[in-house]
């Protein structure tokens, strides 16, 4: 039986869309803390793949928002669309979660796992054995041989403009040729492998802009993240839908400041607020004695203050409008790339 809560979107239909049973070319970004059960849930029930955050492999954390997950989808049609992403190199410290995950029976399996920030090949067998998709993310052309050899169905390339964890300025890609030149790789090397675009990806504009440079679809970190699912804090949305693309920046701050042991060449992209501003030219101070400021951060979380905690979005901040439920969001994204698609003859 179909299930009957997707919406009637205009067609956009892609290789993604067709080999994943989704309405439309979207899949939620598996933000750490902010992509929980309810987000991926209305994702999925909306018609796009939606990908828990499993981030930094928390057992309780997971197994707490894919059931909630799952309670929010059905065995008709919406469940068969969710999906969990972690980090790598976290999982090489901890992989519970993943196995935790990809337990379930088959009607409550993941149907894709997403890797990001690490090797991994490591765990390609275990994802195969049940039958789920790995997504692998990467940020440069030389990564993408290992995940060919993981047997990624998905490539995902994700430029610096993207918020939370990434690339640093020094190593990453622009979204905008990064992509076209990891399609034509692909079409050479890997023709069955689908690729999204990953940065900047938040409106109708973009999501037509990543389709025409060769992705097979997007996935959305931002845009998503501020939506009324999202477990990001009202806070943060708040300051987001104030600021505007420039107000980002890229650095290791945040994660020194939230005791993130990111390994090179990682670091985050967020919202450049006052205690950002305080450190980001004195890293290596911050490093030899970060205590007063971890201190200093960790009352602004507490108080819910971003001028010091943080809020995870990239450059696309300039182009969230509002904040709106997950479906209303993915709905205008389709309408209004579907509606630049046919207009227009590149």
């Known amino acids: 039986m179909a299930d009957t809560r997707i919406p009637a979107y205009p067609r956009l239909q892609t290789r993604l869309t067709r080999q994943f049973g989704l309405q439309t070319p979207l899949v939620l970004a598996p933000m750490a803390l902010a992509s929980g059960g309810a987000l991926a849930a209305a994702c999925a029930q909306a018609g796009t793949l939606g990908l828990v955050g499993g981030g930094y492999g928390d057992l309780a954390w997971t197994q707490a928002q894919y059931n909630l997950a799952l309670q929010g989808t059905s065995t008709d049609g919406s469940r068969a669309r969710l999906g969990c992403g972690f980090i790598t190199w976290k999982l090489d410290e901890d992989a519970s979660a993943l196995d935790w995950v990809l337990a379930h029976p088959a009607t409550e399996k993941p149907h894709a796992i997403m890797l990001s920030f690490g090797d991994p090949r490591p765990y390609a067998a275990r994802i195969a054995a049940v039958g789920a998709a790995l997504i692998c ?32 300025a020094l190593n990453g890609r622009a979204t905008i040729t990064f992509v076209p030149e990891l399609a034509d790789w692909l079409t050479v090397h890997a023709p069955d492998v689908l690729l999204l675009a990953a940065g900047g990806i938040a409106d109708g504009r973009t999501l037509a802009a990543a389709l025409v440079l060769g992705a097979d679809g997007a996935l959305v970190g931002s845009r998503l993240w501020a939506t009324h699912e999202s477990l990001a804090a009202q806070g943060a949305k708040d300051q987001a839908l104030a600021a505007n693309g420039d107000g980002t920046a890229r650095s290791s701050v945040f994660d020194i400041l939230r005791r993130k042991n990111w390994p090179e060449p990682y670091d985050f992209r967020a919202i450049r607020n006052d205690l950002h501003r305080r450190w980001e030219a004195r890293l290596d101070a911050l490093l030899a004695d970060p205590a007063a400021a971890r201190a200093d951060y960790d009352e602004g979380v507490r108080a819910g203050d971003f001028s010091r905690a943080h809020a995870t979005v990239g450059e696309a901040v300039g182009l ?21 698609l046919s207009k227009n003859s590149f």
């Open 320 to 340: 969230i409008g509002n904040l709106a439920p997950a479906a209303e969001v993915i709905a205008h994204m389709n309408a209004d790339a579907a509606e630049i």
């Open 137 to 168: 993310q990467v940020q440069r052309m030389e990564q993408v041989p290992q995940a060919i050899e993981a047997g990624a169905r998905i490539i995902v390339a994700q430029g610096g403009e993207a918020g939370g964890h990434g690339m640093n």
